[in-house]
């Protein structure tokens, strides 16, 4: 196991992803993951859901805090934690 010098990617650019899973009965989950050292706002844009063939919007759920959202068309904005945060809808 390499293990890496301290700096040595403190030049790499900071990542955020968002990740895309289609379920039975034609939900989609999509999960949120911020690698930058600090809190970061990211999104969900309508090209993100049109890519899920969801033309319409989508109808948010916030998997580990339980609680529903509503219907969105419009590009849904988050706070996610850094340091591999992430956030599940």
């Given amino acids: 196991v390499e293990v890496a010098e301290a700096g040595k990617y403190d030049q790499l650019p900071h990542c955020q992803q968002l990740w ?9 989950a999509a999960l949120l993951v911020n690698w930058a050292p600090t809190a970061t706002q990211m999104s969900i844009q309508p090209s993100n859901l049109r890519a899920m063939g ?6 948010y759920r916030d998997v580990w805090r339980k609680e529903e959202l509503g219907i969105r068309s419009d590009t849904f904005y988050v706070q996610v934690a850094g340091d591999g945060g992430s956030e599940m809808y």
């Avoid at 895309?20 to 989609?28: F, T, V």
């Fill in 20 to 28: 895309a899973k289609p379920l039975l009965g034609g939900d989609w």
């Fill in 54 to 59: 969801l033309t319409t919007g989508a109808d």
